[in-house]
């Protein structure tokens, strides 16, 4: 379905449901399709005009997929996983979100959707133990469950750069991409940042554009994509047990099935390492980080494959000078989310193309024609910023979320965020977050990662109502040790040496700490079942007399 048949969304204005769903991404949407299986009223604010989160909102040029495509799908349907075709290895976005766009008409979703409506304020009442939600479009609705499938990557950042309302051209965020598209030809272009979404977005627009600057403040470690067509035999395999390869993939540290070398770098022959290293490279994909066990635990092992990869830009860029601006040095290769592209060292081999380091000479104001640092102004038409996001806590704390005695989730996080399991904060009973912080989320492939919560919570929510219970709260106690053992592990792996946005670093302010849960998805999984299965340890449920009828 188009957006533009898309049907008149209809405020609710008032009125009380079962649960409230904040987004409808594939966790919304899937969240949504699970409540009615169990018979609750659900309805899910959106704040754009359809389906498809993240893919909906990043349109940018050449914006696609790091997990392949025959495992970047639902998996709760066989027969909507045999049904649908993927056309490419690794899909760009627009396939991605017509796939969104399917499983809405297909599950019939949109029904219990409001579009182009954003929520403002969710506040607990403890008299009723109910939420109470409003929107900007002036809904106020009272909810038992408030779930909030916001996504990770959901909140835009522009960075605090003098002057940037006084450019006279054009400006874009990869992050909220103009859906009409853009035409960027014979224009000078600017492109701000360089990391994923740049690094899909560069070769792109350095085709369209008369000339591309590109500010550089970090480099950033990439893999060849190697995308291409989707192999029909591969397709077929996978097809011919989805289940059983899914299984295996809910169960890997990442949740995608991949081949993980069991050995360490340090063990092998410096020529057996080159060879895994060559094969990866050939292979392409973030795969190539499971070239070795110990890559992300053990500085030396992490060198050999981060000097490979520097070895590999010297060898695309042809310019020297550039090469070495574009090769990453000070921190540990994988530590700052690894990018995966096509082309994007060769384009700064195009005569349409410069790199401007700013590491040492930040950029000092955007000007009204164009970007200045000490060294100078680029003039430009137009300003990309791939500025990235307030990752993971922006899309929750913008929301006025209110727990008991009126506290705010933004005033309780504001040394971090704290979860127990990512799944639920102390004090803000039946508040529920999928893929939120404290969980493997960002680390993981997201859609298996969301059906395993969603599946969690909607289990959670039948065992609640089966036994007449109202209120499901994480305890303080839990939760202090579920941040514990998320710093532990994080502080076992090399992750805490780069200034990333998995460390929140990325936001002037923003304290320092690692905010997914790195003990892997299969484990994590485990957890979480084993929790469920013992009666929900850790979390508080009560019955509507606020009697305590379960164990910590
Ligand atoms: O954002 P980012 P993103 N002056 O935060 C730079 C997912 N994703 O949108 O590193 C100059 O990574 C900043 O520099 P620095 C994926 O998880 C997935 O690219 O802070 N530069 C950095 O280079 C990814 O990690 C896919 O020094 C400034 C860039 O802007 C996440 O989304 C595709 C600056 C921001 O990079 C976010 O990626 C796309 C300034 N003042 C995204 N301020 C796939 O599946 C910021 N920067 C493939």
């Known amino acids: 379905m188009s957006e533009t048949t898309l049907p008149e969304t209809t405020p609710l204005k008032t009125g009380k449901v079962d649960a409230v769903i904040v987004g409808a991404g594939f966790a919304g949407m899937y969240m949504l399709h699970r409540l009615r299986g169990l018979g609750l009223a659900a309805v899910v604010f959106e704040q754009g005009t359809d389906v498809g989160g993240t893919w909906y909102w990043n349109r940018y040029p050449g914006a696609r997929c790091d997990v392949e495509s025959m495992q970047y799908s639902y998996s709760f349907s066989p027969e909507l996983q045999q049904d649908w075709h993927w056309s490419e290895r690794f899909s760009a976005q627009p396939e991605i979100l017509r796939y969104a766009q399917h499983v809405a008409d297909r599950l019939e979703l949109r029904r219990d959707i409001r579009f182009e409506t954003k929520v403002t304020r969710a506040s607990f009442d403890e008299a009723t133990n109910l939420w109470a939600v409003e929107t900007d479009r002036g809904d106020q609705v009272t909810a038992r469950y408030c779930i909030m499938a916001t996504g ?10 003098a002057g940037l309302d006084s450019f006279q051209g054009a400006t874009y965020h990869t992050g909220h991409w103009p859906h009409e598209g853009v035409d960027l030809a014979g224009k000078r272009v600017a492109v ?6 740049a690094i899909q977005a560069i070769p792109v627009i350095a085709r369209q ?6 500010f550089q403040r970090t480099p950033n470690f990439s893999i060849p994509s190697r995308n291409a067509p989707m192999d029909a035999e591969y397709e077929g395999w996978w097809k011919s047990d989805y289940e059983a390869h899914r299984a295996k993939a809910r169960m890997m540290r990442t949740g995608i099935l991949y081949g993980l070398n069991e050995k360490s770098a340090l063990e092998v022959t410096p020529a057996e390492r080159l060879a895994e290293y060559e094969a990866r490279w050939a292979k392409g994909g973030t795969a190539f980080m499971a070239a070795f066990s110990d890559l992300i635990t053990n500085r030396e092992a ?4 981060a000097e490979f990869v520097r070895e590999k830009i010297r060898g695309l860029v042809k310019d020297p000078a550039v090469a070495e601006i574009l090769a990453p040095q000070g921190y540990p290769i994988g530590t700052k989310r690894i990018c995966v592209d096509t082309e ?3 384009t700064f081999n195009r005569a349409n193309v410069t790199l401007v380091d700013v590491r040492d000479a930040p950029i000092e ?6 970007v200045r640092t000490r060294h100078g102004e680029t003039a430009v038409d137009a300003i990309v910023f791939a500025t990235g996001f307030d990752a993971m806590t922006g899309a929750l704390t913008r929301v006025d979320l209110r727990g008991r005695d009126g506290l705010g989730l933004a005033e309780k996080w504001a040394e971090g965020p704290r979860t127990y399991l990512g799944l639920m904060t102390a004090g803000f009973p039946n508040l529920f977050m999928i893929t939120g912080p404290g969980s493997p989320s960002v680390l993981s492939n997201m859609i298996v990662s969301i059906e395993q919560h969603v599946d969690w919570l909607a289990d959670c929510i039948a065992h609640l109502r089966a036994r007449g219970l109202e209120t499901i709260e994480a305890t303080r106690e839990a939760e202090e040790e579920w941040v514990a053992h998320v710093n532990e592990v994080a502080d076992r792996t090399l992750y805490p040496a780069a200034n990333s946005w998995y460390m929140g670093a ?4 923003k304290p320092r700490v690692f905010m997914p849960y790195i003990g892997g998805v299969g484990a994590y999984r485990e957890k979480c079942t084993e929790i469920a299965a013992q009666g929900y340890t850790g979390f508080r449920l009560k019955a509507g007399s606020q009697a305590a009828v379960a164990a910590e």
Request: net charge negative.
């Open 365 to 370: 104001a955007i000007t009204p024609t164009g």
């Open 506 to 509: 990325n936001i002037p302010g």
């Open 192 to 197: 701000i940042g360089t990391g994923s979404s």
């Open 302 to 305: 992490n060198d050999t494959a």
């Open 209 to 214: 554009a008369a000339h591309l600057t590109v």
């Open 344 to 346: 994007y060292f060769e």
């Open 152 to 161: 990770c990557l959901s909140s835009a950042r522009l960075p605090d750069i």
